[in-house]
């Protein structure tokens, strides 16, 4: 098993910028490839970024690319979402994520249980 606990949302003005975190424990994090999806009310749960585990490839949604930038610390088993310009459209629950035996976060094996982003225009 593996706990997943997200913290660093909050409410911020259009422009501004968050850092989100996930902690990690229970199977080894080094091992998974992380990430994070968003969802706003009355839409699905989107994808946001990735990282792989071991070389750290990125992968962004083209609605964030160039704003957001997620890393991870494997010492410290957390990922971190740097998010900047931040709009409007960006208010959504973020969740962190975990696939384990993929080098794409597809179909995640694991989730965290969401913090809010809310940004005011």
């Known amino acids: 098993q593996v706990q997943l606990v997200e913290s660093g949302g909050g409410l911020v003005q259009a422009g501004g910028s968050l850092r989100l975190s996930c902690a990690a424990s229970?199977?080894?994090?080094?091992?998974?490839?992380m990430g994070w999806f968003r969802q706003a009310p009355g839409k699905e749960r989107a994808f946001v970024a990735s990282i792989t585990p071991s070389d750290g490839i990125t992968n962004y949604a083209d609605s964030v690319r160039g704003r957001f930038t997620i890393s991870r610390d494997n010492a410290k088993n957390t990922m971190y979402l740097q998010m900047g310009s931040l709009k409007p459209e960006d208010t959504a629950a973020y969740f962190c994520?975990?696939?384990?035996?993929?080098?794409?976060?597809?179909?995640?094996?694991?989730w965290g249980q969401g913090t809010q982003v809310t940004v005011s225009s």
């Open positions: 994520a975990a696939k384990y035996g993929s080098t794409w976060l597809v179909d995640p094996d694991y």
């Open positions: 229970g199977r080894a994090f080094t091992m998974a490839v």
